[in-house]
């Protein structure tokens, strides 16, 4: 896609389209990866809510497996995450390796 | 029929925003412009416009809520002076980079320190490069009637920028002078309901303001905000001629006085180009050709036009009543910059004048007039910059 010259743009820096912020993906902002590990999850969703982004999906009340085109890697999700049996359910792991 | 009245330059202005009855007011209190907000909250307080009042605690919050006013689609405008201006300081890039056209009259004031409440260029000309367009007032008539058109320049479809209307602290906004009222139907038609742009409110359009801009293209977004200044001047010059047919006012980009045939002459802003004309009237009479120059519009600056008007004559002084500490005063190196490109041009010189509400007398018209004349026989400039009434 030719990018845009200033001719082209809009007024006023104004995003004219609405949730336009999907086609932004930010995954590889990441350094840290969550990884999920369904065998200590119990499906708390604490992940879900405390994620600052929409990067935990869930289905039919269940959580499936994270978004990797818009997680940061924050790790809150990691933080909040109570695990079970003193296991985590997820863990945070450096990308790249 | 037109009606005429003694009044100050604030209540002027307040008076012209009652008859344009704006949407949305930002209001904060600030000497010398909390007389023009009060006089407009009691104008609300009585039912006389149907303007949303939003009170706040800082200049900064002021220029904020205006700023989600105009993006939600409103027709806002506030005021404010000297330290409220500094304060607004990063919000006026904002709301002239998201081209939101919100007026704003300016009651000039020095800026701190030390602590002075008097009319100077100070504030004003620290917002110079903000993105706003700036018109200037030499009186309370001249703040009433830009305060009007400053509407129609900000909301026209090829501009939709916010608009300054600088008059000077004290020396016009509390002093009372003999003006003309328009009728307040005048007005409204005048200005006309407000055009919605691109609103916040417009939920089945969602849009997003402010939006993050990196390397990518930010640097296309100020290239398209500098072509919209560049058709500024013709809006101002076309809204200022239906403006002389409704009010018989004639306005420019700037006004020359007796400038035509001048050998020398004063560039000068707002209220002290009064004192000058009447200075240069003497000088006239002595068979001395001055002239004065006063510009309107400040920003965008009229560089061809001005150049144009001044290049025939030898000597020029720009008058500031503000400095940049270290360099030449703002208004001189506008003007400096503008006779550069002639081939012909005059020699400058630059006094630094009435900083902090000091006195700007005749006799400093006098004395600088003397100058210019003895310069434009010599052709030499001893000292380019140098502050006049001024206790050595």
């Known amino acids: 896609m030719k990018a845009k010259g200033w001719r082209d743009l809009p007024p006023g820096s104004v995003v004219l389209e609405g949730g336009s912020a999907v086609k932004f993906k930010t995954g590889s902002w990441r350094a840290y990866r969550p990884i999920w590990k369904e065998e200590n999850c119990i499906q708390c969703l604490f992940c879900w809510i405390y994620c600052p982004d929409m990067s935990v999906k869930v289905k039919d009340g269940k959580r499936e497996e994270f978004d990797y085109d818009y997680c940061k890697g924050c790790g809150i999700c990691a933080l909040e995450c109570p695990g079970k049996k003193g296991q985590k359910a997820i863990e945070m792991v450096e990308e790249g390796k | ?392």
């Open chain 2, 1 to 392: 029929m037109a009606k005429v009245v003694a009044v100050t330059g604030n209540e002027a202005c307040a008076n012209a925003l009652r008859q344009v009855n704006p949407d949305v007011c930002g209001i904060y209190p600030i000497t010398p412009q909390t007389d023009m907000m009060q006089r407009f909250a009691s104008y609300i307080a009585d039912g006389k416009v149907d303007t949303e009042p939003i009170l706040v605690e800082s200049e900064h919050s002021s220029m904020s809520a205006c700023i989600g006013a105009a993006a939600a689609g409103g027709r806002v405008i506030t005021a404010t002076s000297a330290q409220g201006l500094a304060l607004m300081w990063e919000m006026l890039f904002i709301a002239s980079g998201d081209r939101l056209p919100i007026v704003m009259p300016v009651v000039n004031r020095a800026l701190s320190a030390p602590l002075n409440i008097h009319g100077d260029h100070s504030d004003a000309m620290g917002a110079r490069d903000s993105g706003w367009i700036q018109l200037w007032s030499e009186n309370g008539q001249e703040a009433y009637d830009n305060t009007i058109q400053a509407f129609r320049i900000a909301e026209h479809m090829d501009i939709r920028l916010p608009v300054m209307v600088c008059l000077d602290g004290f020396i016009i906004s509390h002093s009372i002078e003999r003006l003309e009222y328009l009728e307040d139907q005048q007005v409204k038609d005048f200005v006309g309901p407000f055009k919605n742009f691109l609103p916040l409110l417009d939920i089945a359009k969602p849009k997003s303001y402010g939006p993050l801009i990196l390397t990518d293209m930010y640097h296309e977004y100020k290239r398209a905000q500098h072509e919209v200044m560049t058709k500024v001047q013709d809006v101002v010059l076309d809204v200022a001629k239906d403006f002389e047919k409704m009010s018989g006012r004639k306005y420019g980009i700037f006004e020359p006085y007796r400038l035509e045939d001048a050998d020398i002459a004063i560039v000068i802003l707002n209220s002290a180009a009064g004192t000058t004309k009447d200075v240069i009237d003497e000088f006239r009479d002595k068979g001395i050709k001055a002239g004065l120059l006063k510009p309107r519009l400040f920003r965008p600056f009229p560089y061809t036009e001005i150049a144009d008007a001044l290049k025939h004559t030898k000597a020029v002084c720009v008058m500031d009543r503000a400095d940049s500490f270290g360099g030449y005063g703002p208004l001189f190196m506008e003007v400096s910059s503008a006779l550069y490109q002639t081939d012909k041009r005059p020699a400058m010189i630059n006094k630094i004048y009435g900083l902090g509400g000091r006195d700007y007398m005749p006799s400093h018209a006098a004395q600088v007039l003397t100058e210019l004349n003895e310069i434009a026989k010599s052709g030499s400039v001893k000292t380019i910059k140098e502050y006049i009434g001024v206790r050595e």
